[in-house]
């Protein structure tokens, strides 16, 4: 036997997030609600585009960033699809896997078998966290590069004109629409945050998922209540818009500082929350 | 150096009013095959749980080969596996998909045994398979074979025969059997007396969230040895005769008994024979295990039952 057949030292082989982050993704892959919240990330965009194209009045959307450019260029529409994802689909896809990650290991009675093995119970739930924000980035990037690529070919990848009224070219246009979709993912990853934490404490998926869609909507009604104005810097549905400062000449990078503590500010307790909840709860199901 | 295998002192797990555990002690050697009797909802599968630190203790500690799950946490299980309840594993992958899964999260080599495991419980030309699609005696073999891929010194087991049919139950025994022998120490939670008699060496009757009776199964049940059926080509004469020997002989349906030791026991065969009666059986009776599982498992007055009604 030669030497690289001999066994590693057991301390140099101890699994860890890694090995569950990778199955976790493979868990994801092999499930039919995976493709439910991605196939609807693709099908949004392509109806929009549709029925913008189908009208031949030449309206559109109203009352929404970019809508008045959707049939000059390609580029107007991820962005107008942005603005429309936030009010209830982009939180209901991302609590679709985030509310059920945990939960359904719960209801599947698969807990006690993954908590048996060699890996820690916080290798576990930070593999899941891990997995929940992977889906949630690639179902926006799906979201985005849907209405771009066919929003494109229907109507040229031509300048955009930005929210200052100043014209920019293809490709500034392209980058500015990534930097923004990054600037996006913030508040949809503090929703994905709530999600694992009300999948962790409920144990119920459906309960979950619904949960996590209602903090959502709760907070766009807060932010339509004007006599409560004064919270809405503070709201999630507010962070929402922050990517738009993005598309200003010069960028206004104030909004996304902003959400980028107001979102941790969710995240973050929800996921410690939620830890503290993974790693002392009795493990009694199945 | 190993420390024992299992070593738990005084766990205590309530669930409200509930004792669901109360101050259990279990002390399980390498080598042992040891059996945890008891009837359902005595406690088996919530001592389990602490065992392998799924849920955890109000009261007490469990240690597995010196080491406590609730504070070491996954390493607490090096060399430990097994499952409480019935296994469950991940209806949309393959038998081999879910093994893969659960090999990566132990590490150390277990992805090299996994051919070996599915040959061990004779489910290889099923593993591509989803195991939404198996039996539950399939997926019963696909938990121990989840089992051994963690190459363990310690096997937990918690009614692995239970909802299988008669041969799955002889075919499961046997491979506890061939595990056994290999030098596995095994914790088997059972409430089939059959089972434990079979298989086990050592046995802790539970009842109600307490330990009845904690010990080597052979001297639970020769403790109980000394009564004797007897049937004679005369039995009222024969009865006669050997209440002089023992004093108190009883005429039961088809015959006699009476308690005696051995040497007795033979006395009253040569008093017999010498009054020329023929002796047609002289059965020693020892209870069986299920005997004594309802003597200790049964209040013989009605009392714990009405408690409850009340409640």
């Known amino acids: 036997m030669s030497a690289a057949t001999l066994p590693l030292p057991r301390a140099a082989r101890r699994p860890g997030v890694g090995a569950v982050y990778r199955w976790e993704l493979r868990k994801l892959h092999a499930q039919k609600r995976t493709y439910i919240g991605l196939a609807a990330a693709v099908a949004i965009p392509l109806i929009f585009i549709l029925a913008l194209a189908v009208d031949n009045s030449g309206g559109g959307p109203e009352e929404l960033p970019f809508s008045a450019f959707v049939r000059e260029t390609g580029f107007a529409i991820p962005l107008v699809c942005l603005a429309f994802g936030a009010f209830w ?77 100043t014209r920019i070219d293809a490709g500034r246009a392209l980058f500015l629409t990534a930097l923004g979709t990054l600037a996006y993912l913030l508040p949809l990853s503090a929703i ?95 | 150096m190993m420390g024992t295998p299992i070593e738990a002192r005084g766990l205590v797990k309530r669930y409200g009013e509930i004792t669901a555990v109360d101050h259990v002690d279990l002390t399980v050697q390498a080598g042992d095959v040891y059996g945890y009797l008891g009837p359902n909802g005595a406690g088996k599968t919530t001592s389990l749980r602490m065992l392998l630190g799924l849920i955890r203790p109000d009261d007490g500690s469990a ?19 097994g499952f409480v309840e019935a296994p469950r594993f991940y209806p949309y992958l393959s038998g081999r998909s879910n093994l893969e899964l659960v090999a990566d999260l132990d590490g ?19 593993a591509k398979d989803k195991v939404g699609g198996y039996s539950h005696g399939m997926r019963q073999r696909l938990g121990i074979a989840g089992a051994l891929l963690r190459a363990p010194r310690l096997l937990l087991l918690d009614e692995p025969t239970t909802g299988l049919d008669p041969a799955g139950m002889r075919d499961m025994r046997l491979l506890i059997r061939r595990l056994a022998d290999q030098g596995m120490t095994v914790l088997l939670s059972s409430h089939l007396m059959a089972e434990v008699e079979e298989l086990c060496d ?110």
């Not at chain 1, 209801?107 to 119970?121: A, D, H």
């Not at chain 1, 690529?149 to 955009?160: A, E, Q, R, Y």
């Not at chain 1, 409560?228 to 990078?253: H, K, V």
């Open chain 2, 108 to 126: 150390d080599g277990a992805r090299g045994r996994i051919d070996e495991a599915l040959d061990t419980v004779d489910l290889a030309d099923r």
């Open chain 2, 202 to 311: 050592r046995v802790a009757i539970v009842g109600n969230g307490r330990v009845l009776y904690e010990g080597a199964l052979g001297e639970l049940i020769a403790g109980t040895a000394g009564r004797y059926e007897l049937r004679t080509t005369d039995d009222a004469e024969a009865a006669e005769i050997a209440a002089r020997v023992v004093g108190d002989v009883e005429q039961t349906s088809d015959g006699l008994a009476f308690s005696a030791d051995e040497s007795t026991a033979a006395e009253i065969t040569l008093a017999l024979g010498a009054a020329g009666i023929g002796i047609t059986a002289l059965v020693p009776r020892t209870a069986t295990l299920e005997e004594l599982f309802f003597r200790m498992t049964e209040p013989s007055n009605g009392r714990p039952q009405l408690e409850r009604a009340v409640v």
């Open chain 1, 89 to 165: 689909l982009l939180p209901l896809l991302t609590a679709l896997v985030a509310g059920d990650i945990v939960a359904n290991e719960d209801q599947n009675g698969t807990l006690k078998t993954i908590l048996t093995r060699s890996v820690e119970r916080w290798h576990v739930f930070a593999g899941k966290v891990l997995a929940a924000l992977t889906y949630t980035a690639v179902l926006l990037a799906i979201y985005v590069s849907v209405g771009l690529v066919v929003g494109g070919l229907v109507w040229g990848f031509d300048p955009l004109t930005t929210l200052s009224g």
């Open chain 1, 192 to 286: 994905a945050a709530i999600g694992l934490l009300l999948s962790t404490v409920t144990c119920n998926s459906a309960a979950a998922v619904v949960g996590t869609l209602m903090v959502s909507i709760f907070m766009q009604i807060i932010a339509a209540i004007s006599a409560l104005d004064a919270l809405d810097p503070y709201l999630l549905s507010t962070q929402f818009n922050a990517w738009q400062g993005i598309l200003r000449e010069p960028i206004d990078w104030d909004p996304i500082v902003r959400s980028a503590w107001v979102c941790g500010g969710y995240a973050l307790p929800s996921l410690a929350w939620a830890l503290t909840a993974f790693l002392r709860r009795d493990v009694t199901g199945g």
């Open chain 2, 63 to 81: 240690r597995l080969f010196g080491r406590d799950p609730l504070l070491e946490g996954a390493r607490a299980l090096d060399g430990v596996a």
